[in-house]
């Protein structure tokens, strides 16, 4: 039978508390009881148990959040999008007129293919967006244009160059080189 890990820290919970107070005739079988129930590693459980007790995290909750269905939802952490769709639409039509090329070619031709195309009118775009394109890493161009990249089929990586076929292994296991030579060295 096996806890879930909710049902684990239940457990230490209950038996953390008659721990910190026992002998150690009788930590040591609170120990033995709490290894065989949850399958953990003495040493490992030993620690657990000499925790101080954690209450359950309640979920933060943002009260309706300026939707009409009247729920609350629960809060988002993390950072905050610096980049919006607004933004990688632009990059997109940038790194198409660039022949998908990768992140980093992409930055580096960024502020002359931005500039031309403002001036061609093949983007429309005021001057906030464009000072976040040209401020734009080659990483974040790389991570923005990855859901582009799988939509076109564009793996990573489009090298044309072919393994090099200049030796041969003959029937006897024995590696020749094309032109009839024996290789000094075969790796």
Same mark, same amino acid.
């Given at each position: 039978?096996?806890? /879930?890990?909710?049902?684990? %820290?239940?457990?230490?919970?209950?038996?953390?508390?008659?721990? $910190? !107070?026992? =002998?150690? +005739? @009788?930590?040591?079988?609170?120990?033995?009881?709490?290894?065989?129930?949850?399958?953990?590693?003495?040493?490992?459980? /030993?620690?657990?148990?000499? %925790?101080?007790?954690?209450?359950?995290?309640?979920?933060?909750? $943002? !009260?309706? =959040?300026? +939707? @009409?269905?009247?729920?609350?939802?629960?809060?988002?952490?993390?950072?905050?999008?610096?980049?919006?769709?607004?933004?990688?639409?632009?990059?997109?039509?940038?790194?198409?007129?660039?022949?998908?090329?990768?992140?980093?070619?992409?930055?580096?031709?960024?502020?002359?293919?931005?500039?031309?195309?403002?001036?061609?009118?093949?983007?429309?775009?005021?001057?906030?967006?464009?000072?976040?394109?040209?401020?734009?890493?080659?990483?974040?161009?790389?991570?923005?244009?990855?859901?582009?990249?799988?939509?076109?089929?564009?793996?990573?990586?489009?090298?044309?160059?072919?393994?090099?076929?200049?030796?041969?292994?003959?029937?006897?296991?024995?590696?020749?080189?094309?032109?009839?030579?024996?290789?000094?060295?075969?790796?």
């Amino acid at each position: 039978m096996s806890l /879930s890990m909710s049902e684990k %820290q239940s457990v230490a919970n209950v038996l953390s508390k008659e721990y $910190c !107070k026992s =002998s150690k +005739k @009788r930590k040591k079988e609170i120990l033995n009881e709490f290894v065989s129930l949850t399958g953990y590693n003495r040493s490992y459980a /030993s620690r657990k148990l000499r %925790q101080p007790l954690r209450k359950p995290q309640k979920q933060r909750l $943002c !009260k309706n =959040s300026g +939707k @009409r269905s009247g729920k609350d939802v629960p809060i988002k952490r993390g950072r905050k999008k610096a980049y919006s769709h607004e933004v990688v639409e632009p990059l997109r039509k940038i790194w198409a007129g660039l022949d998908y090329a990768c992140g980093k070619r992409v930055k580096a031709g960024m502020p002359d293919m931005l500039d031309a195309m403002i001036r061609f009118g093949e983007l429309n775009c005021d001057e906030d967006i464009k000072a976040k394109l040209m401020k734009m890493s080659a990483a974040t161009i790389d991570r923005l244009l990855s859901q582009s990249r799988k939509e076109f089929g564009i793996a990573k990586g489009r090298s044309t160059t072919k393994p090099d076929n200049a030796f041969e292994i003959s029937d006897t296991g024995q590696a020749r080189n094309r032109v009839g030579r024996q290789p000094s060295r075969f790796y």
